[in-house]
Protein backbone atom coordinates (compact mmCIF):
# COMPACT_ATOMS: atom_id res chain seq x y z
CA UNK A 1 0.00 0.00 0.00
CA UNK A 2 1.07 3.64 -0.68
CA UNK A 3 3.05 5.09 2.49
CA UNK A 4 4.67 8.60 3.15
CA UNK A 5 7.05 7.06 4.97
CA UNK A 6 10.26 5.09 3.76
CA UNK A 7 10.51 2.38 6.33
CA UNK A 8 8.43 0.11 8.48
CA UNK A 9 9.42 -2.48 11.15
CA UNK A 10 7.85 -4.49 13.34
CA UNK A 11 8.82 -5.41 16.38
CA UNK A 12 7.47 -7.86 18.92
CA UNK A 13 7.71 -8.35 22.20
CA UNK A 14 11.43 -6.65 22.78
CA UNK A 15 12.61 -4.42 25.50
CA UNK A 16 14.13 -1.27 23.76
CA UNK A 17 17.48 0.59 25.04
CA UNK A 18 17.63 4.07 25.41
CA UNK A 19 18.42 5.47 21.66
CA UNK A 20 18.53 8.27 19.56
CA UNK A 21 17.81 6.63 15.54
CA UNK A 22 20.80 7.51 13.76
CA UNK A 23 19.82 7.25 10.13
CA UNK A 24 16.64 9.03 10.71
CA UNK A 25 15.38 12.85 9.82
CA UNK A 26 16.22 15.17 12.28
CA UNK A 27 13.78 17.27 10.50
CA UNK A 28 10.36 14.45 10.34
CA UNK A 29 8.44 12.34 12.81
CA UNK A 30 8.39 9.08 13.24
CA UNK A 31 4.92 7.44 13.70
CA UNK A 32 4.63 4.61 16.52
CA UNK A 33 1.79 2.05 16.98
CA UNK A 34 1.56 0.04 19.74
CA UNK A 35 -0.68 -3.14 19.50
CA UNK A 36 -0.69 -6.48 21.25
CA UNK A 37 -2.78 -7.45 24.33
CA UNK A 38 -3.05 -7.53 27.90
CA UNK A 39 0.87 -5.38 28.38
CA UNK A 40 1.07 -2.37 30.20
CA UNK A 41 4.26 -0.78 28.40
CA UNK A 42 5.44 2.59 28.88
CA UNK A 43 7.69 4.35 26.34
CA UNK A 44 10.51 6.43 28.07
CA UNK A 45 11.54 9.92 26.29
CA UNK A 46 14.69 10.72 28.37
CA UNK A 47 15.35 13.81 26.86
CA UNK A 48 11.82 15.18 27.98
CA UNK A 49 11.93 13.38 31.51
CA UNK A 50 8.38 11.66 30.36
CA UNK A 51 7.26 8.44 30.78
CA UNK A 52 3.98 7.77 28.31
CA UNK A 53 1.08 5.26 28.89
CA UNK A 54 2.33 2.70 25.62
CA UNK A 55 -0.65 0.19 25.83
CA UNK A 56 -2.43 -1.22 23.20
CA UNK A 57 -3.99 1.20 20.60
CA UNK A 58 -1.17 3.89 21.67
CA UNK A 59 -0.15 6.00 18.56
CA UNK A 60 3.20 8.65 18.69
CA UNK A 61 4.89 10.65 17.16
CA UNK A 62 8.51 11.35 17.35
CA UNK A 63 11.59 12.96 16.51
CA UNK A 64 13.57 9.42 16.87
CA UNK A 65 16.51 11.13 15.62
CA UNK A 66 16.69 13.79 18.24
CA UNK A 67 14.51 12.48 21.21
CA UNK A 68 16.27 9.39 23.23
CA UNK A 69 13.73 7.12 23.82
CA UNK A 70 13.33 3.64 25.19
CA UNK A 71 10.46 0.73 25.94
CA UNK A 72 11.51 -0.79 29.22
CA UNK A 73 10.05 -4.85 30.36
CA UNK A 74 6.29 -4.54 30.23
CA UNK A 75 4.54 -6.60 33.12
CA UNK A 76 2.32 -9.24 31.05
CA UNK A 77 0.76 -9.94 28.00
CA UNK A 78 2.59 -9.41 24.18
CA UNK A 79 3.57 -6.84 22.73
CA UNK A 80 4.01 -5.41 19.24
CA UNK A 81 4.93 -2.13 17.88
CA UNK A 82 5.06 -0.88 14.65
CA UNK A 83 7.09 1.71 13.79
CA UNK A 84 7.13 3.85 10.67
CA UNK A 85 9.50 6.13 10.25
CA UNK A 86 11.62 8.44 7.08
CA UNK A 87 15.62 7.51 6.40
CA UNK A 88 17.34 10.63 5.88
CA UNK A 89 19.35 9.04 2.96
CA UNK A 90 16.24 8.74 1.47
CA UNK A 91 13.91 11.94 1.83
Not at 10 to 38: E, K, M, Q, Y
Not at 55 to 73: D, K, N, Q, W
Not at 74 to 82: A, D, P, R, S, T
Amino acid sequence: WPSIFSGLEIIANRVTFSHRDAGGSPSLFDLLVSLGRNHHATLALADLHAELDYSSGAMVYIAGRVLEHSVGPWLNGEQVVIAHFMKDAVH
